[in-house]
């Protein structure tokens, strides 16, 4: 019987021992199956890694590029061209000021005559006098063609003023 006990506890660790090893055989390949997913982990890391630090050194070299062509254009002098062109533009705004003044001025003259005359002819029917009516006639006649050639003047004058500012901001926006 001792003999039956000392089989059946060998037999019990003998069994305990397969288990034993069963479960680390199970445990190794799990280790194994982990460490082949870490590896694979740390490969994609790894080349994500690079692609973004090639990536971040194109675009660290695409900066250099544009600040040095920053530095470049902002140390150009100025084209003369630019200069004469506007220095041109100037000398016409101020030309076109000027008729402008002075068809303002020839206008306002031609109004307060023309009014003046008005109340004269107003004045003039009062005391019946036809001779100095048709004269009186004649002359607001011809201030109405005068005005109305001098309106024209003045609009295609103030056109003119429109269209050089107009340019002037295009030219004015293309510079900044």
Do not use: C, W
């Not at 019987?1 to 055989?25: G, H, I, V």
């Not at 090639?54 to 920053?70: A, G, K, P, T, V």
């Not at 470049?72 to 076109?96: C, F, H, I, M, V």
């Amino acid at each position: 019987m001792a003999q039956t006990q000392e089989k059946n506890t060998l037999e019990d660790a003998r069994a305990r021992l397969e288990r034993a090893l069963s479960t680390l055989t199970q445990e190794v390949a799990e280790s194994r199956n982990a460490l082949a997913e870490s590896r694979t982990a740390q490969e994609k890391t790894i080349q994500e890694m690079s692609a973004q630090a090639d990536r971040m050194q194109s675009l660290e070299q695409e900066n250099h590029r544009l600040h040095e062509q920053i530095a470049a254009l902002s140390l150009q002098e100025p084209q003369a061209g630019d200069n004469e062109e506007t220095a041109a533009l100037e000398a016409e705004k101020s030309a076109l000021q000027q008729n402008y003044d002075l068809l303002k001025r020839q206008y306002t003259s031609l109004q307060d005559e023309f009014e003046g005359l008005q109340n004269q002819v107003g004045s003039g029917a009062e005391a019946n006098n036809t001779s100095d009516d048709a004269a009186l006639r004649q002359q607001i006649e011809t201030l109405l063609q005068e005005r109305s050639k001098l309106k024209s003047e003045l609009d295609s004058v103030i056109a003119e003023l429109e269209t050089y500012l107009t340019e002037s901001r295009a030219v004015a926006g293309g510079i900044n």
